[in-house]
């Protein structure tokens, strides 16, 4: 878990496991595989030629000369399910909180039979919830929610 003030947005890169993370005073990279922090640079792509409001921002460090797609509060999204079956849903249950459920493959939230019952766990509740969804190689799952960001990944 990580502190990240004024979170505004996360994106993936396709190739790896390396998230963007940008806030409104700096941009950060974070291996997601390893937890580590790769990469910090001060101020915001406001000027850049790729405004954030496109919903792409411009990668720092091992990311430099990629254009990564952004999901944050201003709208976009991340992938919701990995190629082996796992899925994510946002759903609020009681407003203004948002809850995050982790569902297993061969399940579904919504569409049960009579004698199922629906198999999932909620992993995070939380009223401001930016952004949440899984790497494109479906290791790493994280959600952005108020001013923290939560790693989880599986080798």
Do not use: N
Request: charged share 25%; proline share 6%; aromatic share 6%.
């Amino acid at each position: 878990m990580f502190a990240v003030p004024q979170l505004e947005a996360i994106g993936f890169d396709r190739e790896s496991e390396l998230l963007l993370v940008v806030s409104r005073d700096s941009l950060g990279v974070i291996d997601c595989a390893s937890g580590e922090k790769i990469a910090r640079k001060g101020g915001t792509q406001r000027d850049s030629p790729r405004p954030q409001h496109l919903l792409q921002a411009r990668g720092i460090g091992p990311l430099e000369h990629v254009d990564v797609a952004i999901a944050g509060h201003k709208g976009g999204g991340l992938p919701r399910a990995t190629e082996d079956g796992w899925s994510l849903e946002l759903v609020t249950l009681e407003w203004p909180t948002q809850d995050v459920l982790l569902v297993p493959p061969g399940s579904a939230l919504f569409v049960c039979h009579e004698d199922d019952e629906a198999r999932f766990t909620r992993i995070e509740s939380d009223p401001e919830i930016h952004a949440c969804g899984f790497s494109f190689s479906g290791r790493s799952l994280v959600i952005a929610a108020g001013d923290d960001l939560t790693i989880y990944h599986r080798d």
